[in-house]
């Protein structure tokens, strides 16, 4: 049954803090950093569309990683993926996916969310084998960036995609820092977290299994966005096999050592 207008509202409401602008039947979530719609929509532009375009995400099983309010598993349900199953360990966030797919009409069949942790979680009963995984916006939350990779490898059969905040140095390095648990866009067990180097992700995708790419930013707008103008964040595909060849042009990946 569908939801009336105030009853979304409410249900937004609900809700203290929205990562995204949804536009849920014509009401608008209150997105807690305005330039962010700016951000999402240059990163949906710069590692999403182009696979989307490509049909890559048709008839696809999808693994949504900390996929907060459900707006990545949105994008991969519109690019007409089969099934997308969204894990994150905030029981709000899971709230917020459930409203926002429930919004949608997305077809109860086609969609999971879990509330789990990356780490902890049974990873049999998140529905493997996953062709598509998103590992957006949380390799640098986490202080086990490799065992959540070797986790990730373990139930994908071909893509993964990282877009991460990174230590903009060209070796191959991690570093520790230290993030309040009490934000929830951020680490949700340990307040130690690694902040990988471009270097280091292309490291750590090889040694699971993949050949991995990462992808220069040309947005044409940073409002929001500065740390990916900066070199401070990138997008990375990996591959098991498909080529992805043409998928992103013939951008050539930043330097890495
Ligand atoms: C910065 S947000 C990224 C959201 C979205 N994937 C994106 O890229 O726009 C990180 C998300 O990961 C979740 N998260 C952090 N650590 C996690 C963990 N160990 N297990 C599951 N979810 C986690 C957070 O609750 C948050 O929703």
């Not at 105030?6 to 305005?34: K, M, S």
């Not at 996953?130 to 590992?135: K, N, Q």
């Amino acid at each position: 049954m569908s939801l009336s207008k105030e009853e979304i509202e409410r249900e937004i409401r609900r809700h203290p803090r929205w990562h995204y602008q949804f536009d849920l039947a014509g009401v608008r979530t209150p997105i807690h950093q305005p330039e962010w719609v700016n951000r999402h929509r240059q990163r949906k532009r710069y590692f999403f569309d182009p696979l989307a375009e490509a049909g890559v995400f048709e008839g696809k099983r999808v693994l949504d990683l900390g996929c907060n309010a459900g707006f990545w598993a949105l994008q991969a349900v519109r690019a007409g993926c089969a099934h997308v199953v969204g894990i994150d360990a905030r029981a709000s966030h899971i709230e917020q996916a459930k409203l926002v797919f429930r919004v949608n009409d997305v077809p109860e069949g086609k969609y999971r969310f879990i509330r789990d942790n990356v780490f902890t979680g049974d990873l049999g009963s998140w529905g493997e084998p996953f062709d598509i995984v998103l590992c957006l916006g949380l390799l640098y939350h986490v202080c086990k960036p490799m065992e959540l990779l070797e986790r990730v490898s373990r139930v994908n059969r071909d893509l993964l995609l990282i877009d991460s905040t990174v230590h903009n140095d060209p070796r191959s390095m991690i570093v520790l820092r230290h993030e309040p648990l009490d934000d929830p866009r951020m680490s949700a067990d340990y307040q130690l977290v690694f902040l990988p180097s471009p270097a280091a992700v292309h490291d750590m995708a090889v040694a699971n299994g993949y050949a991995c790419r990462t992808l220069p930013p040309a947005f044409d707008d940073w409002e929001g966005c500065e740390d990916f103008r900066d070199g401070d964040r990138y997008a990375f595909v990996c591959s098991k096999h498909s080529s992805l060849a043409g998928v992103y042009g013939d951008t050539t990946a930043p330097p890495r050592r």
